[in-house]
Structure formats: structure tokens, C-alpha cells
């Protein structure tokens, strides 16, 4: 299986829109005021996965999901995105999974980890 879509919620369409193409997700779709798809850029010539945007009223954010965009340099993406005004993004740290990650919320509340793990994500020295 590969990935091919995640969808999450948004209250404030325009906003959402607005956040998710600072931080880097090229629009496909425009369809306001309640859907938005963006495809993810990719270095390697593949298939791009594709995420959504679904206006929603009354959405809270919540614990669920949690969605995973890899990064070639979290350091400056850190930098880029904190100097376009996103606050809500945590300082980079290492983890003990090798990985190194950065947590932030959408505007509507969704939890995000923007990561870098190279070729540790598909081969750590655990895998089987």
C-alpha cells in the first residue's frame, strides 16, 4: 500500500488554505467554502501523495489524526515557517526513534509533525 490521501477538517476554509500552502502542499483543488486538495512535492519522481481540506462547523481539533509530511531540512523548514508567522510550530528535536520532528496545529486544530529521517524511516536497526 502506498499512500494516497488524507483528509482533515477545517472551520475557517480560507485560513486553512492559506496555512498549508506556507507550509510548502501545492493546490490542485479549489473549492470553496468547503473543499481544497493539495498534492505533497516530491524529490524523487514519484507519485505524489494528495491531502485534503473538508469544511466542517463546530470542529474542535481533537487527539485524532495525526499526519505525518516528511522534510529533506527541518531546521530551515523550522526557520521558513516560523518566519511566515506559523506560531503554533514546536522547536525540532531528536527522538529516540532516530527520527527528528517538530509538532504544530493547524488552524482548525489538527495535530501535524513535520519530520526528517532520511532512509531510517523505511530502514531503521529495529526493522525485520
Known amino acids: ?3 494516497n490521501q488524507v483528509t482533515v477538517p ?13 507550509l510548502g502542499l501545492i493546490q490542485i483543488v479549489d473549492s470553496p467554502p468547503r473543499y481544497a486538495r493539495f498534492e505533497c ?12 481540506l ?7 481539533g481533537s487527539d485524532d ?17 516560523t518566519a511566515a508567522g506559523i506560531s503554533s510550530l ?3 528535536r531528536d527522538q529516540s526513534w532516530q527520527w527528528r520532528e517538530a509538532r ?16 531510517k524511516r523505511r530502514f531503521p536497526p529495529w526493522r525485520i
Open 1 to 3: 500500500m502506498r499512500l
Open 10 to 22: 477545517c472551520v475557517e476554509y480560507e485560513v486553512s488554505v492559506a496555512f498549508y500552502k506556507t
Open 41 to 52: 512535492p516530491v524529490s524523487d519522481g514519484g507519485e505524489p501523495a494528495t491531502f485534503s
Open 54 to 60: 473538508h469544511k466542517v462547523d463546530g470542529w474542535q
Open 65 to 81: 489524526p495525526l499526519v505525518y509530511f516528511e522534510v529533506d531540512d527541518l531546521d530551515a523548514e523550522h526557520t521558513r515557517l
Open 90 to 92: 514546536s522547536p525540532p
Open 104 to 119: 504544530l496545529r493547524d488552524p482548525a486544530g489538527n495535530r501535524l509533525c513535520l519530520y526528517q529521517a532520511g532512509r
